[in-house]
């Protein structure tokens, strides 16, 4: 059974950082790109970030360019998004997703799921 876990969301003031993490179990995680998407009250889940399956590319929501870094490691089976220069505009529920590849344009692909950590920023 495939299991993708997050951790790491909680609350902070505007300007504050954050590191999320994410842990998958049940596949072979190197063989997977990983995806960060978020979701805030009342909007359509949107993609954050993404890294292909070896760490070489990563691609980022042109919202968080600059404030957010993705990043993996094979061995350990994890995923990490640092969050910094939080807007309260960044509040949403984020969750981490398993694809074949990277898009975040769209969630077409993306297979696994984990059940998602709350991130609020306080103005």
């Keep these: 059974e495939v299991q993708v876990a997050e951790s790491g969301g909680g609350m902070v003031q505007a300007g504050g950082s954050l590191r999320l993490s994410c842990t998958a179990s049940g596949l072979?995680?190197?063989?997977y790109a990983m995806g960060w998407?978020?979701?805030?009250?009342?909007?359509t889940r949107e993609g954050v970030a993404c890294i292909t399956w070896d760490g070489g590319s990563t691609y980022?929501?042109?919202?968080v360019k600059g404030r957010f870094t993705i990043s993996r490691d094979n061995a350990k089976n994890t995923?990490?998004?640092?969050?910094?220069?939080?807007?309260?505009?960044d509040?949403?529920?984020?969750?981490c997703a398993a694809a074949n590849?990277?898009?975040?344009?769209?969630?077409?692909?993306?297979?696994?799921?984990?059940?998602g950590t709350q991130v609020t920023i306080s103005s």
């Design 60 to 63: 980022y929501a042109d919202s």
């Design 91 to 95: 509040t949403a529920m984020y969750y």
């Design 37 to 43: 998407f978020r979701q805030a009250p009342g909007k």
């Design 28 to 31: 072979t995680f190197q063989n």
């Design 79 to 89: 995923m990490s998004l640092q969050m910094n220069s939080l807007k309260p505009e």
């Design 101 to 115: 590849f990277c898009r975040l344009s769209s969630e077409v692909g993306f297979r696994y799921w984990g059940q």
